[in-house]
């Protein structure tokens, strides 16, 4: 089975700083990779995903992230927050049950929470 | 296009009551997945549908249940409710059963007292 680590419950950043959100995860096979944000009393929204092809990934609202596969990390970057990137955001791994198709559910890491300073 | 909608946002129920819960996908959407978010285990997968068939489980109680319907809405039924099922359920749809988007609802918001 697989899992997901966020290594920080929560990070503080001033604004305009830069910021990363560590995640790695934990899979024996070929995974779909995921970061999605959740505001207060809303559901979650993708910011980016992984499924194959180049590493680097680019999102919405300026974030991109890296897969590394080696390290099995895939690590949330922005160069520069704003107060509105305050939220929960969580990294997501989805397993592939079998080549010909078909994947587990969503496995959630226990989120990140960005808060804003200004 | 109008996003994934759950109803009812917010339900208060107690002990040992049943709840019917409901998801209506996007348009199109054929894949809907079920998600149980609490404080101290988080987001944790309960099942998903596609063609109106159980496709994937999590590890839930057999007191955790679901449907679809052929129009792909979905349904979560919780019976034999315990304090512990107080939590945000989340539905989500996707497009195909190997969707690699997942888009998520607002919620529903469950108290059981």
């Known amino acids: 089975a697989q899992s997901v680590t966020q290594l920080d419950s929560q990070v503080p950043v001033f604004e305009e700083a830069p910021v990363e959100l560590r995640c790695n995860y934990s899979s024996s096979v070929s995974v779909y990779l995921f970061w999605y944000v959740q505001y207060p009393n809303q559901g979650l929204q993708l910011l980016l995903k992984?499924?194959?092809?180049?590493?680097l990934v680019k999102g919405i609202n300026g974030f991109e992230a890296e897969f590394n596969k080696s390290q099995t990390s895939f690590h949330l970057r922005k160069p520069s927050v704003h107060i509105s990137d305050t939220a929960e955001y969580f990294c997501a791994v989805r397993t592939l049950l079998y080549s010909g198709g078909g994947a587990d559910g969503l496995t959630f890491g226990k989120g990140t929470h960005l808060i804003i300073q200004p | 296009k109008a996003g994934v909608t759950q109803t009812p946002r917010y339900l208060i129920k107690t002990r040992g009551q049943q709840v019917t819960l409901s998801c209506s996908p996007i348009s199109g959407h054929r894949s809907v997945s079920w998600y149980q978010q609490t404080p101290g285990q988080g987001l944790q997968f309960l099942f998903e549908y596609f063609s109106e068939t159980q496709r994937n489980k999590g590890n839930f109680p057999g007191r955790f249940s679901g449907r679809q319907f052929s129009n792909s809405r979905s349904e979560m039924n919780v019976s034999t409710l315990e304090l512990g099922d107080s939590a945000l359920y989340l539905c989500?749809?996707?497009?195909?059963?190997?969707?690699?988007?997942?888009?998520f609802g607002p919620g529903t918001r469950l108290t059981v007292l």
């Open positions: 989500a749809s996707s497009l195909v059963l190997t969707g690699d988007e997942q888009f």
């Open positions: 992984y499924l194959s092809g180049s590493t």
